[in-house]
T-cell receptor, first 112, second 110 residues
Framework: EAQVTQNPRYLITVTGKKLTVTCSQN?????MSWYRQDPGLGLRQIYY???????DKGDVPEGYKVSRKEKRNFPLILESPSPNQTSLYFC???????????FGQGTRLTVV | GQNIDQPTEMTATEGAIVQINCTYQ??????LFWYQQHAGEAPTFLSYNVLDGLEEKGRFSSFLSRSKGYSYLLLKELQMKDSASYLCALRKAGSYQLTFGKGTKLSVIP
């Protein structure tokens, strides 16, 4: 089954403790991206990647890092999480030239 | 930059037709997209427009007017399961970046 898989689905952590949210897709998509979704603000792009070893900042990159060492994986790294990073995070992937982006099921992160 | 406006909430009756509007200001884009998102779930792709005009997909249609900076999503024969948020998004010209509006929460009532 074609899908985008995020882990974990839920995470509660403390301020300053490094964490990684994984994202993996099995559709051989070149393009992958991370979004955060907050009430009243909608979906905002954090980082995106056009292909392996090619990443770029989205609209809200501060406090986040990403890497794209393999085509299928695009982890989101929070080196020192803070409470304002409490949010619902989505990973998405798509093929160049195709309109549809496929989203993972989301990761609900709480930083206390 | 890109600025996208949608109504925050709408209510419509089962079996009716509803139109969700999206207006935007942008320096350039190569596609306007509509996604559906049920509460607590991931967004799913509904429709997209590149050129002006109407695109129809079953009960859902999307319209784009580039000259007016305007799009709408039309939902016909509303069903209770259509209660969801509807997200308008622009794809930045020359890239695959998507910028989303804040979404319109549609409630379908009996």
């Amino acid at each position: 089954e074609a899908q985008v898989t995020q882990n974990p689905r839920y995470l509660i952590t403390v301020t300053g403790k490094k964490l990684t949210v994984t994202c993996s897709q099995n559709m051989n998509h070149e393009y992958m991206s991370w979004y955060r979704q907050d009430p009243g603000l909608g979906l905002r792009q954090i980082y995106y990647s056009m292909n392996v070893e090619v990443t770029d900042k989205g609209d809200v990159p501060e406090g986040y890092k990403v890497s794209r060492k393999e085509k299928r994986n695009f982890p989101l790294i929070l080196e020192s999480p803070s409470p304002n990073q409490t949010s619902l995070y989505f990973c998405a992937s798509s093929l160049p030239g195709h309109p549809e982006a496929f989203f993972g099921q989301g990761t609900r992160l709480t930083v206390v | 930059g890109q600025n996208i406006d949608q109504p925050t909430e709408m209510t419509a009756t089962e079996g009716a037709i509803v139109q969700i509007n999206c207006t935007y200001q942008t320096s350039g884009f190569n596609g306007l997209f509509w996604y559906q998102q049920h509460a607590g779930e991931a967004p799913t792709f509904l429709s997209y427009n590149v050129l002006d005009g109407l695109e129809e997909k079953g009960r859902f249609s999307s319209f784009l007017s580039r000259s007016k900076g305007y799009s709408y999503l039309l939902l016909k024969e509303l069903q209770m399961k259509d209660s969801a948020s509807y997200l308008c998004a622009l794809r930045k010209a020359g890239s695959y970046q998507l910028t989303f509006g804040k979404g319109t929460k549609l409630s379908v009532i009996p």
